[in-house]
């Protein structure tokens, strides 16, 4: 069982930049590999990044390539999520979530990022 708490999120205007943080639970934290997802208000949640167990693999949805940064601590069992030239279109709700051997197993309860222009 792995529990999952995001923090981080807030209010900022388009171009600041937010780190997102999800700390874990459990000393199992490293066998998972980690998520970050979003959900805007109205629309569905969506995939935003990806970093494997050891850390040496990401994947980013296109529309936050050079700007979103994923990372781990296992030391800290947490991940983040740096966010740098944020965008209105970035208002969402981000969601942190562990990766079993097949699916995301485990999920926070999300923090609130808002961007105003």
Known sequence: QVQLEESGGGLVQAGDSL?????????????YAMGWFRQAPGKEREFVAFISRSGGNTVYVDS?????????????????LQ???????????????????????YWGQGTQVTVSS
């Open 83 to 105: 966010m740098n030239s944020l965008k209105p279109e970035d208002t969402a709700v981000y969601y942190c979530a562990a990766r079993g051997a097949r699916e995301y197993e």
């Open 64 to 80: 936050v390539k050079g700007r979103f940064t994923i990372s781990r601590d296992d030391a800290k069992n947490t991940v983040y």
């Open 19 to 31: 780190r997102l943080s999800c700390a874990a639970s459990g000393r199992t934290f490293s066998s």
